[in-house]
Each structure stands twice: as C-alpha cells, then as structure tokens.
C-alpha cells in the first residue's frame, strides 16, 4: 500500500511540469532524516557562482572601489544586501536487498555565498552663481544567480531497480539599470544694462527600480521500492530550494530652477548652495573714490536682510570688488580693493553682520562680465559681489 501511495505522488508530480521555476511559488519540504554516508556512487556537487567572501572580488575580477559613506555633492544610495542560500546535503542510507549491499551515498547542499549591491553617490557638481550644476546617478546592476542541478542515483538489487531523478539547475540572470545625467544649465543675461535674465531648469532625472525575480529548483522524490520479502531499496527526497527576489529602489534627483530677475542698479545670482548679490559701482560710489554714498544704504540693507535669512549659520560672507579696464592695471586692483573693504566695513558697522565673517578681495580689471569694448559694458564692469553659502 506505501509503494502505491508513493508512486500515485510521483505521478502526480511529473503531471506539474518543469524541474525548475523562475518567479513562481512554491513549498519546501523536509530533507529525509539517514544515518551519515559513506560513499557518493553518483555526485551532484553543488558549484556557486562564486567562492568569494561578501564583499571581496572574485578571481579573476578587478578588486571594487571603496563604497562610499557620505556624499559630500548629492545623497548616499545604500547598499542592498543579498542573503547567501543554503541548503543541507541528503543522505542516503546503506540498503541490503537479496544479499546485495546498495551503499550509502550523499547528495550535495547548496551553497551560494551573500551577494550586494554596493553603495552609491547621487552627484550634483558644484556651478557658480546663476548656474545648476550637471546632475548624475551612477549605473548599477544586480548579479546572477544560479541554483546548481541535483540528481538522486537510480539503484539495481535484487531485481529491484529504481530510476535517477533529476532536477535542472535555474538561473536568474544579472539586471543592470543604466547611468542617467543631465548637463549644467545657466542663465544668460542681456547684452545691455538693463533687461529680464529669464528662469532656467534643471529637469529631475530618475534611475528607474530593477529586480531579479526569484528563483527555486524544486523537490525531487525517488520512490520506495520493496520486494515480497519487505527488503527495500529507500525512498530518497531533496527539498526545494529557493534563492530570494531582489530589488533595488528607483532614485531621483528632483528638479531644480533659478528664477528670473531684473537686471538694473543689483543683481541677485541664487545657484543650489550660494547666493551672490552683485552691485553696481556707480551706485555705491563717486568716481573714483572708495566712499560709499549715502544713497546706497538702501540697496546694502536690503542685502543684509537677505543674508540673514538665507545665509548658512556662521559661513563666510565674500565681498569682491571689480573695476573696468580703464587705467593702470595696479591701480585698479588698488580701488577695487578699496572698495571691497569699504563695504565690508559699512556691513559689518551699520549692517550689524559679524566682521568675523566678512572677507575683501580687489580683483581689478581681471575677471570682466561684459567686453569693455562699449561704456554699458564698463559699467556693468564696475560693481562689487557680496556671496555667501546658503542653509
């Protein structure tokens, strides 16, 4: 009555189709409890992809950079753990059927070691003011793997003979998501002195999810066999054995836009991290002094309420100072400089910002914002840069 019973299962069994499925279900069942082998007449070895340690190359393979901590210019992507498969090998036990010994035999366990997906940076490059640096995510990929085949041995003793059973090996195979990015974009200003610097965006880009689907070899039985003098060639049974879906998660890096403004007597350049505020020089000086008029008050403490706002708590606040091309190169370095420190000066007595914080720099003639071919390019030349980084 147990042969029939069996042999109805095993029926039923091959009637379910393939060995192996890739993203379908399915329920384990327990190893068969034998006493320890001694011999292994048919071996099935259980080979993974790789003998590796997590984390550690495999040979032949070029050792991995570091994985990042921190990401000091965009966001930490974290690392996905992929656990290691194990299973236990299957023991068959010594038979004696008609005076003839079947041996003992083990069928291998599998071992599959723990794989990752290593960490990653977002990164978003640093750009001067009324730019948006270029943006980019990294590619990444998920790794194979492959369930080894298993086979129990067919055995002949005493006119009793019992077939292998087999079960194919299945593989999922690696699943790479691709490196997106997009370039910097800046505004461009008018060609005269006045005018609308127009809004530019920088368009959110996304690395879309990838998954390994998961994988599993199924069970294999091979049915008892007796003879009528209840000698019996065993039945043998290998669990299923599964290696688990893996997924890692979309990442983006939103949008972002700097807003247009009017250019006239100041200009506000607002980047990802900065904001520059850039004056005119006529505005807040005579000709060639370094005295800051009166009138330019307005403008300053307009400035000064918009550091306390959007400056980062205790970072430094740069004044830089520029000329036209007009006189001797010294001399403008001289003025510019001057002027620098006269602001700087005005911010921190009557602006109320903490001198600490403030640095001058003269740049003269050096770094010019339009060609001093024509005198709306001089003037707008002639101006003094108040920045600093931004919370």
Not at 102 to 125: F, H, L, M, N, Y
Not at 144 to 154: D, L, R, S, W
Not at 332 to 338: A, G
Request: glycine content about 8%; aromatic content about 4%.
């Amino acid at each position: 009555m147990r042969t029939l019973v069996i042999a109805l299962l095993i029926a039923a069994l091959s009637a379910c189709g393939a060995n192996g499925v890739v993203g379908a279900g399915g329920e384990e069942r327990p190893s068969v409890s034998s006493t320890p082998a001694t011999s292994s007449p048919v071996p099935s070895p259980s080979v993974p992809l790789s003998s590796a340690a997590p984390g550690e190359p495999t040979p032949g393979e070029a050792t991995p950079a570091a994985e990042p901590t921190s990401c000091p210019n965009g966001t930490l992507i974290p690392a996905v753990e992929i656990p290691a498969v194990h299973a236990d090998p299957v023991q068959i036990p010594e038979a004696k059927v008609a005076g003839v010994t079947i041996p003992a035999a083990t069928i291998p366990g599998v071992d599959i070691p723990a794989q990752r997906v290593p960490a990653q940076c977002t990164e978003i490059k640093p750009a001067p003011g009324g730019c948006l640096g270029a943006a980019s995510i990294p590619e990444t990929s998920i790794p194979a793997v492959e369930i080894p085949a298993v086979e129990i041995p067919g055995a002949s003793a005493g006119g009793l003979e019992v077939d292998p059973v087999r079960a194919d090996a299945v593989r999922a195979d690696a699943v790479r998501a691709e490196a997106v990015s997009t370039p910097e974009v800046c505004q461009r200003k008018p060609q005269g002195s006045s005018g609308v610097v127009p809004f530019v965006i920088r368009p959110f880009i996304i690395r879309p999810f990838i998954i390994r689907p998961f994988v599993i070899r199924r069970f294999i039985i091979r049915p008892e066999k007796c003879n009528d003098k209840g000698e019996c060639i065993p039945s043998v049974e290998v669990p299923a054995v599964e290696a688990p879906a893996v997924e890692v998660p979309a990442v983006e890096i939103p949008s972002a836009e700097l807003k247009s403004y009017e250019i006239g007597e100041s200009e506000v350049l607002e980047g990802e991290d900065s904001i520059a505020y850039s004056l005119n020089a006529d505005v807040l000086f005579d000709f060639d002094s370094a005295d800051i008029k009166p009138a330019a008050a307005t403008a300053l403490k307009r400035i000064v309420q918009q550091i306390h706002r959007k400056s980062a708590d205790g970072s430094t606040i740069q004044i830089d100072g520029h000329t036209d091309d007009k006189g001797a190169t010294a001399y403008n370095v001289e003025l510019s400089q001057r002027r620098a420190q006269a602001v700087l000066d005005w911010l921190a007595t009557k602006g109320g910002l903490d001198r600490a914080r403030l640095k001058a720099t003269g740049y003269g003639e050096t770094k010019p914002v339009r060609p001093n071919t024509t005198d709306a390019g001089r003037a707008k030349n002639r101006r003094v840069v108040i920045s600093t980084p931004t919370s």
